[in-house]
Structures are given as structure tokens and as C-alpha cells.
């Protein structure tokens, strides 16, 4: 069987997927990758399904050594270097790793979380019904906690089928770089019309309180109505902004609590998820309230930009040889040393 | 009721804003029927005390048959009543495992013997179970020992905390943080992903508790980690 030890990895790498459902009525939540399109692009690459397993990385990256067999792998997300043996494998683009070599993640140079998909999957076994890793309940993944050196993560497939593919260089993918949208609810009717305002027309910023529960961000205090900022506690869906007594909103993600007592006052649409995720400590953004039915109409449209993702893959030796040799011999100018 | 937006992955069905049993039997009345219906594009739901959370997977969801098909089901659910299981559950009360125990009988001008008298007399009603793995909120404590939150969190508080918090009860199922009074712990984990079943109680589930002593504690805790319930379902 085909494994990849870990050699070295962040402390925030853990094993992800599409996530774990079902569980929220007994308080927990669902976890799953960050940035669901960044994990896709990496598992289309390599043939899989969108939402297959895959290692996330946060802002490090780590190094895995190749035992008993080939293994095929691909990286989406933050970008960031994927190396085999210390060749650079062009962004966008997968590439087979033999027995006994290193495959080496670098660290996010922009964005947070990084993928490393691999073909046909690893072999974790799921935990009530997923592979995503819920660190704080101690569910999935391995054990229930991050990776560290010495896991060994055995994959499904002993030897990769077909050849490795890679985006045509002629697509693009299109980048959204407006506001983070949301739907407003279902608490809005606890903001002040003027609280409403400041959170819709002013900038906030990403603070240092970002991790997989939740981002905290920092910014113009949101004025609460006559009711106050306590409820009743009730669900938490992905995305909800909690607006606490201190009146700075608090973004709700992957890990997240399933219920809460905070009013909500919005929640940001499943197609900006990912790109709210990938915003590092510092970044600043704007909301815009959407309505339900526009939202729905981004995923449906994120959807579609992932079918034409996967359908302009190409095998890569077609598709990306000025690329990677010209990313190679960039590195040879660095005088870059693989296995750092 | 009302139908709140929670983004386009969930919808909220929210029968009042109130702690209130008959509020919850008709959330859970819902549920019921929600789950026996598997609707296109529901993936799960999520009951809390007084609103239904329905997870959606957009793209497969219909919202406006949905909120059709709560409405026409809405008449079923007046005066819905609730046939959970009725668990004992044991609880080492005072000392370290529930360091509040005599402030709060201070508080209350009570002994604690007399605190643990009355929060073990109760039968309590699980309303909801969230935030954490397991974390069990329950209604039904006697009002004479309701003790407002404390104004300073605890960062750690164990897992199996029998704690109470205003008029609410909780069974905690991990360690957390918490701004509530603990009384005691049970040896019970509440949800354990590689036990079957993974969790003890559900919504609409009835709490008894029973005082046990410390002496008890390292052959149950043991017992616990090792899979067995610990609690015990007195009425199915």
C-alpha cells in the first residue's frame, strides 16, 4: 500500500473534506475545508470528486515522504509551492511522486489555507460518516487532532491511473474581489437602523482572532436595537455573523458552534466563504447585503466555474511545459536547495 | 411562526422567542415530521429551544415549497407532546467535582445537602443540545436554587459538569469554558464518536439525576472511557 509519512507539517494541518452533516442536533458542528473551491480545484486536478479528502494546510506548509508505491498530488488554495524531490510543480497542475520521494508544501504566500489533494483519496477511515477534522471536539481526521511528523496517511490508490493533468493555460480563472456578500438575518431585527448602516457601508478588518472557529474582525462598533444582544440561543448556520455586546462582528466558519446567544445579523453567502477564509489577519473588507435567491444563483454559478475548471484539464505535459520550465529555471536563478 | 434567512444554506422556523416547553414540543414535533419527510435538498436539522434550524443544500432546495409544506403542517404540531426516553444519570455533587456548590447554597441561605436535594428532585427536559459535542441544556430546575451566571467566565471547566445557569440546567460534554455554577459532575460522556451509540440523549429526552459518592468516581470513569453509558434509560 501506497503511504506518505509526514515529515514535518503546521500546526494547523489537519485532513479535510466537504464536511460532516448530520451531527448538529447533538452539537457538532460540521468542519470540512475552509475554502471548499481551493480543496475542489486540488481534487479535480488529480481526477477525484470535489469534496474527497484532502490535507489543509494553514499558512505553513509541511513535507511528506512517499513509501511503498506512486502517488499523484495536486495543490489548490492559498498559493503556495508544491515541490517533488525539489522540483517545482507549476501551479494548477498535478504531478506523480515515486516511491521514496519527498513532496514538499511550501508556505501560503498569499491567503491562509493551501490543499493537497491526492489521487483517489487517502484512506482515513471516516468518523461518524466524514474524514473532516473537528480539532476542538476531537472528531476525524487522525485521532481527532492536527497531523504531526510521524502520521502516516495510507492512500487509496497504490499507483495512480492515466497521466498527470494540468489547467490549460489558456483558461483563467476569474477572480471576485468585491465585497464579502451576505444575506442579511436572522437577526437583523435586533440592529439599530444605524447599526445596520455601519455594518453595510464601513470597512472592517480581519483580526488576529482568525482560526477555523470563527474570524473576528475589528472595526466601527454595530449599534444593537431596543432589544438588545442577547436571544435565546438557536442555531448557527456556517457564515453567521454574531454581533456580541461590544458591538464587532464575529464570523462563524468550519468549526464553528451549532448553536449561540449572540443576535446574528447576517450571514455570509457559500460562495464568498472560501474568500473570506483565505483573508489573513489584517485584510480589510466590506459586506453587501444579497438576497437568498442571488446567493443561491453564485453557488450555482461557483458550480459551473468548477465544471469548466475540469474541463479545460489537459494532460500536463501538453498544457504547462513553457511554465515549468521557466518556474524551474527561476528557481535554479534563486539558487533554491530542494529538501529545506 | 416565522421563516428566517440563515444565508442561502439554512432556513430558520422559529415558533417564539421564550424559553417554553410548549414552544419546544412544536419545534420538535417539527423536526420529527422534517426528518420523516426527507424533503429534496434538506440535509439535516437542528432543533433549539424555540426554532427549528434546517440545514439546505442550496442548489436542490426549494425554499418556497418548503415554507408550503411547514405551513400546512403547522395545525399537527399545536399541542404536540413528547415521548422522549427517561434517563437516570449519576452525579458526584460538591467538593472538587462541583466547586460551586456551596456558594450557591450560600446564596440561597440553604445547606448544600439541600441543594443537592432539590437539583436532583427534578425531572428535567432536554430542550436542546448545542454548541459543543454533547452540551445537554435542560429545563425544569426548581426555581428556589436558580442562580444568575457568574459575572467572571471560568477559561476551563471539566467535561460531565452538572452546572446551572439562571433557570437553565446543563450537562456539559467536553471541556469549555464557562460563566455557569458547577454542582457536581457525572461520569457519563455525554458524546463519544467511537461509541455506539455516539451520544446519550436527544431533544425532548427527560434528565433525572442521582447522587452518588466520590468513592465511586475512578471505577465509573473508568467504565465510561471504555465505552460503557453509565447512564441508564428508566423509561424507554
Not at chain 1, 67 to 74: D, I, L
Not at chain 1, 276 to 288: D, H, I, V
Not at chain 1, 299 to 306: G, H, P, S, Y
Not at chain 2, 16 to 28: K, M, R
Amino acid at each position: 500500500m501506497t503511504h506518505l509519512i509526514v515529515e514535518r507539517c503546521g500546526p494547523g494541518t489537519t485532513l479535510q473534506d466537504g464536511g460532516r452533516f448530520g451531527w448538529q442536533r447533538f452539537g457538532l458542528g460540521p468542519a470540512g475545508a475552509m475554502d471548499r473551491v481551493g480543496m475542489a480545484r486540488a481534487n479535480l486536478l488529480v481526477g477525484n470528486a470535489p469534496s474527497v479528502g484532502a490535507i489543509e494546510f494553514a499558512l505553513v506548509g509541511g513535507r511528506f515522504r512517499v513509501e511503498g508505491g506512486t502517488v499523484r498530488v495536486a495543490l489548490g488554495g492559498a498559493n503556495a509551492d508544491l515541490r517533488i524531490d525539489g522540483r517545482s510543480v507549476p501551479a494548477l497542475a498535478a504531478a506523480t511522486a515515486a516511491d521514496g520521494s519527498n513532496i514538499e508544501v511550501g508556505s501560503a504566500r498569499d491567503g491562509l489555507f493551501s490543499y493537497l489533494a491526492v489521487a483517489g483519496g487517502l484512506a482515513a477511515a471516516a468518523d461518524l460518516g466524514a474524514v473532516a477534522t473537528h480539532v476542538r471536539a476531537g472528531i476525524g481526521g487522525i485521532d481527532g487532532r492536527a497531523l504531526h511528523a510521524g502520521d502516516t496517511l495510507p492512500c487509496t490508490l497504490a499507483t495512480p491511473i492515466g497521466e498527470d493533468l494540468a489547467l490549460n493555460s489558456g483558461f483563467k480563472i476569474a477572480a471576485e474581489n468585491g465585497p464579502i456578500r451576505v444575506v442579511l438575518g436572522p437577526q437583523d431585527d435586533y440592529f439599530s437602523a444605524a447599526g445596520l448602516a455601519t455594518f453595510l457601508g464601513e470597512i472592517y478588518t480581519v483580526s488576529p482572532q482568525a482560526d477555523r472557529m470563527g474570524f473576528r474582525l475589528t472595526g466601527p462598533k454595530i449599534e444593537h436595537g431596543p432589544k438588545g444582544y442577547n436571544i435565546v440561543s438557536d442555531g448557527i448556520a456556517t457564515g453567521s455573523i454574531q454581533v456580541p455586546g461590544m458591538g464587532e462582528p464575529l464570523v462563524l466558519l468550519a468549526d464553528r458552534q451549532t448553536t449561540g446567544g449572540y443576535p446574528k445579523i447576517a450571514t455570509v453567502i457559500t460562495a464568498d466563504l472560501g474568500r473570506l477564509a483565505q483573508m489573513r489577519p489584517g485584510t480589510a473588507l466590506r459586506f453587501k447585503a444579497v438576497t437568498r435567491a442571488e446567493a443561491v444563483a453564485l453557488l450555482a454559478a461557483e458550480r459551473t466555474a468548477l465544471d469548466a475548471f475540469r474541463a479545460h484539464l489537459v494532460p500536463a505535459s501538453s498544457a504547462a511545459d513553457l511554465s515549468s520550465e521557466r518556474l524551474l529555471s527561476l528557481n535554479l536563478l534563486d539558487g533554491w536547495t530542494a529538501g529545506g | 411562526v416565522r421563516f428566517l434567512h440563515a444565508g442561502d444554506s439554512a432556513v430558520i422556523v422559529e415558533f417564539g422567542d421564550g424559553i417554553d416547553a410548549g414552544i419546544n414540543a412544536q419545534v420538535l414535533a417539527l423536526d420529527a415530521q422534517l426528518q420523516a419527510a426527507a424533503l429534496a435538498g434538506v440535509v439535516e436539522t437542528v432543533p433549539t429551544y424555540r426554532s427549528l434550524m434546517v440545514q439546505v443544500e442550496p442548489l436542490a432546495f426549494d425554499r418556497d415549497a418548503f415554507e408550503a409544506w411547514v405551513r400546512a403542517a403547522l395545525p399537527t404540531l399545536a399541542g404536540a407532546t413528547l415521548h422522549g426516553k427517561r434517563w437516570r444519570v449519576p452525579v458526584v455533587y460538591g467538593g472538587a467535582f462541583g466547586i460551586d456548590l456551596e456558594d450557591v447554597a450560600a446564596r440561597h441561605k440553604m445547606t448544600p445537602t439541600q441543594v443537592i436535594d432539590r437539583h436532583a428532585a427534578g425531572v428535567y427536559r432536554v430542550y436542546m443540545i448545542g454548541f459543543m459535542p454533547g452540551y445537554t441544556y435542560l429545563g425544569g430546575l426548581d426555581p428556589a436554587i436558580a442562580t444568575p451566571r457568574r459575572l467572571d467566565p471560568r477559561p476551563k471547566t471539566p467535561s460531565g459538569t452538572i452546572s446551572i445557569g439562571g433557570i437553565q440546567a446543563l450537562v456539559a460534554g467536553q471541556e469549555m469554558p464557562s460563566g455557569w455554577h458547577l454542582l457536581g459532575r457525572t461520569p457519563a460522556i455525554t458524546f463519544m464518536a467511537r461509541r455506539d451509540p455516539p451520544v446519550l440523549f436527544a431533544p425532548g429526552d427527560e434528565i433525572t439525576f442521582e447522587p452518588i459518592g466520590a468513592d465511586r468516581w475512578p471505577a465509573l470513569e473508568q467504565a465510561a472511557r471504555a465505552g460503557d453509558l453509565i447512564a441508564e434509560v428508566i423509561r424507554a
